[in-house]
């Protein structure tokens, strides 16, 4: 009895530490229209604001949990949750777009610590792989209730307060976190982990600085101008450094080898591709609730949570059901409802009903995600021993904000291009050029002109809706690849997975005696 109550404590506390990071980011998305007014943001700042914290979580996680192992997952838990706990506090007092970046930069790099360090406690609790697979599914709701309580959190205090209230309100949470980390978590390393692989860890920051700088400045450079052709081909250059450095490294950052496992690789593009779905599919929705159906953000935040509820409740569903039909049948199914989804929103009329239409659309996206997310992530965790649960998690957790960065990049900037181009068509000689290129710029700017100029408020929204509608195609186009890719490649029940060697050097100091 004294394990199974240290377990539930240690999995409680996980999951505080997992709903701050993700009311981080859902908290911000439903402030970004309000960003957009107040700091006068335009759609380039604010795909900075939402992947400045995305961008460092993706291109650090994999090197905290690595680190996590070796010099203790408590510790690295404890000092994330400060770290993150401070820099909320930080973007709470500035006032300025490019200062509340750096903020956001700070407390993406606290994720980093944070998030793999979850999942690896988990594993090092749960070694049974039904008790682990149910762990994972609670780990998934809370994601969930993260998702949903921070459109919901941030509205009401956006109706009540200023927009630095999302960010103070992160502090007490933190705080909780960091507490109840100090009272239950266990220590738990592998002293036998590597020293950190500098060179492996550099060229990935760069990969990933270059990559994303590229699509989020694409709108304005041109997509095929010289800035952006550069940009990518530097980023396809850094890939095949990182790889090469990687594979002849005598302790890589990432062990390129674990892809040959198709519970490894074919889980981890399924896990890239939904978040990649759900960053993007938050960074419009927020605006399209707010610019085009003239919500104001508490009615935004609750608008939201049928895609929230369904996340959770199939995630541990999803969880019952790997173990028992197979990861293959569970995640394929999650990816076609996913990508389903995204097409019938692609489809959507400007003045659809939000209870018969946008209802269904978005609990079938929230089923296909959580389907798809706690099977995924159990089998990449089944990959390496407890002992090396940190860089197992890590992976999960990078490919997660990689996802989620590129989405966000990606469709932000895709929108914004359609958006712009259509927008310019619609309004030409219509407006003062200084006020058409500020209304390109930012769909708040537009949403403004339009309370002053008439004609504008009609072309601004249907300008969204084009836009909007391209992404959705690109998302659910995606998502069906993922779906046939999952169906292919990822193992049945049948499957017999290769031999490893266990590594038996795992302290588990503490859980036991919890």
């Known amino acids: 009895m004294p394990l199974v109550r240290s377990r539930s404590a240690i999995l409680a506390t996980v999951c505080v530490a997992v709903l701050a990071i993700n009311l981080n980011t859902t908290i911000v998305n439903i402030a970004l229209p309000t960003l957009a007014r107040d700091l006068d943001a335009g759609t380039r700042d604010l795909l900075w604001i939402v992947d400045g914290y995305n961008l460092s979580f993706a291109a650090l996680v994999l090197a905290a949990g690595s680190l996590s192992d070796r010099f203790g997952r408590r510790p690295a838990l404890v000092l994330g949750l400060l770290g993150f706990g401070l820099a909320s506090l930080a973007a709470a007092l500035v006032d300025t777009s490019g200062a509340l970046v750096a903020t956001r930069f700070a407390a993406g790099v606290c994720a980093a610590v944070i998030f793999p360090t979850t999942l690896s406690v988990i594993a090092n609790a749960y070694p049974d792989r039904r008790q682990r697979a149910a762990a994972l599914g609670i780990w998934g709701a809370a994601t969930g209730i993260g998702v949903a309580a921070g459109p919901v959190a941030g509205g009401w205090l956006l109706q009540h307060f200023a927009w630095q209230s999302v960010f103070w309100a992160m502090v007490p949470v933190a705080a909780v976190a960091l507490a109840m980390a100090l ?26 600085g270059v990559l994303t700088w590229t699509i989020i400045e694409a709108p304005e450079a041109g997509w095929a101008g010289t800035q952006t052709v550069v940009g990518f081909a530097a ?19 990432l062990d390129v080898s674990l892809f040959r496992d198709r519970r490894f690789s074919a889980a981890a593009t399924a896990v890239t ?8 599919f938050i960074f419009l929705i927020t605006q399209f609730f707010q610019f085009v159906r003239d919500y104001d953000a508490l009615e935004t935040g609750l608008r939201i949570l049928p895609v929230a509820a369904s996340i959770a409740l199939s995630s541990i569903l999803g969880g019952v059901l790997a173990p028992r039909i197979g990861t ?7 990816m076609a409802l996913l990508g389903s989804a995204f097409l019938w929103i692609s489809a959507m009329e400007i003045d659809a009903p939000y209870a018969s239409v946008i209802v269904g659309q978005m609990l079938l996206m929230g089923t296909g995600l959580g389907l798809i997310s706690t099977p995924a992530t159990e089998s990449i965790m089944q990959v390496l021993p407890p002992a090396r649960a940190g860089v197992g998690s890590a992976v999960n957790d990078a490919t997660r904000e990689l996802g989620g960065t590129l989405g966000v990049a990606v469709v932000g900037s895709l929108f914004s291009s359609v958006y712009g181009a259509r927008l310019v068509e619609l309004l030409e000689g219509s407006l003062p050029s200084s006020q058409l290129v500020a209304a390109e710029d930012s769909v708040g700017v537009a949403d403004a002109i339009g309370a002053q100029v008439p004609g504008v408020t009609a072309a601004m929204e249907e300008a969204f809706m084009a836009g909007l509608g391209t992404a959705c195609v690109v998302i659910g186009l995606l998502c069906l690849v993922g779906a046939a890719f999952s169906l292919v490649a990822l193992p049945g029940n049948g499957f017999v997975p290769p031999r490893r060697e266990e590594d038996p050097a795992v302290d588990r100091v503490g859980l036991a005696a919890g």
């Open 235 to 253: 980023s396809i250059v850094l890939l095949g450094v990182f790889l090469r450095v990687e594979r002849s490294a005598e302790h890589p950052m």
């Open 328 to 334: 293959k049948l569970v995640v394929t199914a999650g």
């Open 273 to 280: 591709i939904s978040f990649f779905a759900l960053f993007g």
């Open 183 to 208: 009272a239950f978590v266990p220590e738990s390393r592998d002293p036998g982990v590597p020293p950190l692989d500098r060179p492996g860890l550099l060229v990935s920051v760069a990969l990933l």
